[in-house]
């Protein structure tokens, strides 16, 4: 089983990342669904609440919660899916990382999935789920909670690196090279090297 990790800051591609991992019958894992559940849970708006949920998971159950939640999650598609691969969407923490990577060995490859601040709040601005999405601002302070969690990090620390920069098509075909594992015919913006692991 392959386990492919996504991370990114808001509006970079993820969900569109996991939308074509669905098309392609790969299993998706949120990790942001496991953050909601527990917002749920409480009786809690999870547009409301989010943040905090996730800073009381970490606090409550440590650093690693969140990653210890969707390990069996993860687990549970590979085992139900018609593919060798799970994708894991939302990294967000360095201990997150260093979990999965304990869990899945080189069976675990990140993905950071980049763009410029300006497309991605326009993006943002476009989907427009909550107010984080329109609002400039309220986006640099989630962009701030999440680097906090040292998603900087993680996304230095990726094996594979897609700037969604291009068209939505030149973005998706780099996302099934790299589920599809495919380092002989990688897009040219996906180092082989990279997509070989």
């Known amino acids: 089983m392959r386990v492919i990790g996504t991370v990114g800051l808001p509006g970079s591609g993820k969900g569109e990342a996991a939308a074509v991992a669905e098309e392609e019958g790969v299993p998706v894992v949120t990790m942001g669904d496991v953050i909601r559940a527990e917002c749920r849970d409480r009786g809690l708006d999870p547009a409301e609440h989010h943040g905090a949920i996730a800073r009381a998971l ?4 440590g650093p690693a919660a969140i990653a210890d939640r969707s390990i069996p999650l993860i687990e549970e598609a590979a085992a139900a899916g018609d593919t060798d691969a799970v994708l894991v969407d939302g ?3 360095p201990v997150e990382l260093e979990r999965f990577r304990e869990r899945f060995g080189d069976d675990f490859t990140l993905v950071a999935i980049t763009a410029p601040f ?3 709040a326009e993006r943002l601005g476009d989907r427009g789920r909550d107010d984080s999405d329109v609002d400039r601002e309220a986006l640099r302070d989630r962009e701030e909670r999440e680097l906090g969690f040292g998603m900087g990090e993680v996304i230095d620390a990726a094996d594979v ?3 969604n920069t291009d ?3 030149a973005f998706r075909d780099r996302v099934r090279a790299v589920l599809r594992g495919n380092a002989d015919a990688p897009d040219p913006a996906v180092d082989a090297t990279e997509v070989e692991k």
């Open 161 to 163: 690196t897609i700037e």
């Open 167 to 169: 068209t939505l098509a």
């Open 118 to 120: 300006d497309l991605r």
């Open 58 to 61: 970490r606090e409550e159950n």
């Open 91 to 93: 990294l967000r923490a």
